[in-house]
């Protein structure tokens, strides 16, 4: 799914990116959202039960096998490039819980890059797309580090992001008509489904 260009992630020191993911697939590699423009990047993805985001194309961060199939997780990435160290700058948390320590390739950046390519759900926009094959809900996006009690309240349902001023808040068929997934945040960038149908609109949610 394409979501369009998101400027406020151009040369930016702080963002946070929230979703709900079920898998399907633990074991391969799986690009489950992001935008690339050569060289910089900001990408979730999974591989042999890890979860991991990229902040560069070659600095990363990524959690120990932890990610099992068939279960509903909500993943919460933190940026922020004010402070010093990839374990400052990066953060992974999941179901609530931050992941550490976090295993890092390369320097994880003091800025993003600029881009100018879209930002995808599903995939990442690379040229291998290995696209991401399970579950998705209620993606969001924020310029701002926030607070992970606000994204996530212990009770294994999404909390309401309505007051929270994101960027991009993707809910992922609630009240959408196919093939447009409405961006509710204050970007407006209403995603579109590519090779995909209305069947694609399933009722498990998290």
Not at 37 to 58: K, M, R, V
Not at 72 to 89: E, S
Not at 150 to 159: A, K, Q
Request: with cysteine; proline share 5%.
């Amino acid at each position: 799914m394409t979501c369009g260009y998101i400027p406020e992630l151009n040369s930016t020191q702080t963002f946070t990116i929230s979703t709900w993911l079920k898998f399907d697939d633990v074991a391969t590699t799986q690009r489950i959202l992001g935008q690339i423009s050569n060289p910089y990047a900001i990408t979730i993805f999974s591989f042999g039960g890890q979860i991991g985001a990229t902040l560069a194309g070659a600095a990363y961060g990524y959690t120990s096998a932890i990610l099992s199939i068939n279960t509903w997780y909500h993943i919460a990435v933190f940026y922020d490039g004010t402070l010093t160290g990839n374990p400052n700058r990066l953060k992974i948390y999941v179901d609530g819980t931050q992941q550490t320590p976090l295993s890092f390739s390369g320097t994880i950046p003091a800025t993003t890059g600029v881009f100018v390519n879209p930002f995808y759900l599903g995939t990442d926009g690379f040229t291998t797309p290995n696209y991401y094959g399970g579950l998705i809900d209620e993606v969001s996006i924020f310029d701002k580090v926030v607070d992970i009690a606000d994204l996530w309240d212990g009770s294994g349902s999404p909390t309401n992001l309505i007051c929270l001023d994101a960027i991009s808040w993707w809910r992922m068929g609630d009240g959408d008509t196919y093939p447009t997934i409405t961006d509710n945040g204050s970007d407006g960038n209403d995603g579109t489904m590519v090779a995909m149908s209305a069947a694609n609109f399933v009722l498990d949610v998290p």
